[in-house]
């Protein structure tokens, strides 16, 4: 576990964490910074299934602080099996750091 938050330190990057209660899925994107930054933070979610299409996008900005999990939002949303969803995030301080991940991975 240490080496893991070793590496995460060593270079900034979006993670996703997930918890399942029940039938909700709760998907939390987290920031890891190597530096402080004040950064905009914007999040897009889209939905796809049998009850239909929706989509969200939520922009903030927030000061992160260095070498600290910070968890961005937590998106809770009742997953059919049919369902197609995609989470994409940008945290960018508008000069040199733009960082971007999307949940699932799309590779």
Same mark, same amino acid.
């Given at each position: 576990?240490h080496t893991?938050?070793?590496?995460?330190?060593?270079?900034?990057?979006?993670?996703?964490?997930?918890?399942?209660?029940?039938?909700?899925?709760t998907?939390?994107?987290?920031v890891? *910074?190597t530096? %402080?930054?004040?950064?905009?933070?914007?999040i897009?979610?889209?939905?796809?299934?049998? =009850?239909? #299409?929706? &989509?969200?996008?939520?922009?903030n900005? *927030?000061?992160? %602080?260095?070498?600290?999990?910070?968890?961005?939002?937590?998106?809770?949303?009742?997953? =059919?099996? #049919?369902? &197609?969803?995609?989470i994409?995030?940008?945290?960018?301080?508008?000069?040199?750091l733009?960082?971007?991940?999307?949940?699932?991975?799309s590779?």
């Amino acid at each position: 576990m240490h080496t893991l938050l070793l590496l995460a330190a060593l270079s900034s990057q979006i993670t996703f964490k997930m918890t399942h209660d029940g039938n909700m899925t709760t998907i939390i994107p987290q920031v890891i *910074l190597t530096e %402080p930054c004040v950064c905009q933070v914007q999040i897009l979610s889209s939905r796809q299934g049998q =009850g239909g #299409e929706s &989509t969200s996008q939520q922009r903030n900005t *927030l000061s992160i %602080p260095a070498n600290q999990a910070i968890d961005l939002s937590r998106l809770s949303l009742n997953i =059919g099996p #049919e369902d &197609t969803i995609k989470i994409f995030v940008v945290v960018s301080d508008g000069k040199s750091l733009h960082l971007s991940q999307q949940w699932p991975n799309s590779e």
